[in-house]
């Protein structure tokens, strides 16, 4: 989330502190000023602890019972995590800065009604020119296809200050996403569809081509491969923190194979838990990965007797998948009629460390020693972020593979647009 500092967010907070009756709730707005100057180089600060601050003035202010500071400080929190428009704000307290109301907004809003109105009417005249025994129904659901092809304008190089809508776009990008969405491990399927079906090449490309499907596979592979780069490098520094590692794998879960829920299960299938990445396998099951650091952990084995043993750190870390799988099968009845998420026979990966930590231990022998206790783990499986990481390219190396060799399909036929 990009959180949002700047000269409006300012001088409101200056005003609600003034609105402030009590000083514990001054106090704790004048915490909130504090932290918004406190950057460098006359730079407001802003960040996750902006946010904070604000929710804590926020219930302090409730706390005193001065209602009209809360609904103010709301408004502030709204607008520093981006759910409320600037110009929205500034109009809203306009009467905090120069009581004047901006006649630029007023304009731009009036020029994009009246073009917008003069549009629509011009659309329906020509339907109905062509199409005299329409019914309302058939109009407006023209309007409304018109509608959703204009989300995919474009603007030709040949035409400088003109824009196009090509109808039919919407239709080929709902496809397009489908076909990303059910075949492919596209992560944004839709900003994909978008930039294929704005590009009259790519489109083309994807209609005519034979191999189009081929082409589409590349890609991803492409993209998977610079994927596995990126976790490779992040997973080997030094100084990355598990809130780096969980960025990029979250990024890139084609490597666990599975589906990512996302964050919201994160924090919702159970009380008081949140995993770190939870997917779906292809059998519905849910399977958990709890992130430990890479190559900050102290230790992942040690030399016990005559053997190789995990460490604490490796225990502590099974420990808690273990909890987070008690919880789920304690609570796998209201998990499956919520989420429809099967828990009973789920699973967890613990991801911890990598070799480079000991560097006077072969690769092979700590690898062995997870894999010896992995044998008596049943439903918790421990990997260092390296063991992982190979197997994800040796896979992605056995795609590439076979992709050289693949026969191309018959390609689905892609709706075709008319200008």
């Known amino acids: 989330m990009k959180f949002r500092a700047d000269w409006a967010l300012e001088r409101q907070l200056e005003a609600t502190e003034r609105h402030a009756r009590h000083e514990a709730v001054r106090t704790a707005i004048g915490a909130v000023l504090h932290h918004l100057r406190s950057g460098t180089r006359g730079h407001r600060r802003g960040g996750q602890a902006l946010a904070d601050h604000l929710i804590a003035a926020r219930r302090c202010a409730a706390h005193e019972n001065?209602?009209?500071?809360?609904?103010?400080?709301?408004?502030?929190l709204d607008y520093c995590e981006g759910r409320t428009l600037k110009p929205e704000f500034e109009e809203r307290f306009r009467l905090f800065q120069d009581g004047a109301r901006n006649e630029v907004n007023l304009h731009y809003v009036q020029g994009i009604l009246s073009a917008t109105a003069d549009y629509v009417k011009r659309l329906g005249d020509e339907y109905l020119s062509g199409h005299p025994d329409a019914t309302p129904a058939e109009l407006l659901a023209e309007l409304s296809a018109v509608t959703a092809d204009g989300a995919y304008a474009e603007a030709p190089d040949e035409l400088p200050g003109r824009y196009r809508i090509v109808r039919g776009r919407a239709e080929t990008a709902l496809w397009i996403q489908r076909i990303f969405r059910n075949r492919l491990d596209i992560v944004n399927a839709a900003e994909a569809?978008?930039?294929?079906v704005t590009s009259p090449d790519a489109l083309a490309l994807l209609?005519?081509?034979?191999?189009?499907?081929?082409?589409?596979?590349?890609?991803?592979?492409?993209?998977?491969?610079?994927?596995?780069?990126?976790?490779?490098?992040?997973?080997?520094?030094?100084?990355?923190?598990?809130a780096d590692l969980h960025r990029v794998l979250r990024d890139n879960t084609w490597i666990f194979g599975g589906h990512y829920l996302g964050a919201a299960a994160q924090r919702h299938l159970t009380a008081g838990s949140e995993l770190d990445i939870p997917l779906l396998r292809a059998d519905g099951v849910l399977h958990v990965v709890e992130l430990k650091r890479s190559m900050r952990v102290h230790a992942i084995v040690k030399r016990h007797r005559n053997a190789w043993v995990p460490?604490?750190?490796?225990?502590?870390?099974?420990?808690?998948?273990?909890?987070?799988?008690?919880?789920?099968?304690?609570?796998?009845?209201?998990?499956r009629e919520h989420y429809g998420i099967e828990t009973r026979r789920a699973s967890a990966l613990v991801l911890i460390g990598h070799p480079g930590v000991h560097p006077d231990i072969p690769e092979e022998?700590?690898?062995?020693?997870l894999r010896t206790f992995n044998a008596h783990t049943g439903r918790v499986e421990v990997l260092t972020y390296k063991e992982l990481l190979d197997s994800a390219e040796r896979s992605l190396m056995g795609s590439v593979g076979r992709e050289r060799h693949i026969t191309p399909a018959q390609p689905t036929p892609v709706p075709r647009s008319s200008t």
Do not use: F, M
């Open 311 to 335: 460490t604490a750190e490796v225990h502590d870390a099974v420990g808690q998948a273990i909890n987070y799988l008690v919880a789920l099968d304690e609570n796998r009845h209201a998990i």
């Open 365 to 369: 022998a700590v690898n062995d020693t």
């Open 193 to 196: 569809a978008r930039t294929i």
């Open 207 to 242: 209609a005519d081509d034979d191999q189009g499907q081929l082409i589409l596979r590349a890609a991803e592979l492409k993209r998977q491969a610079h994927g596995l780069r990126l976790v490779r490098q992040v997973s080997a520094d030094p100084a990355a923190s598990e």
């Open 66 to 76: 001065e209602w009209h500071v809360v609904r103010l400080l709301q408004d502030a």
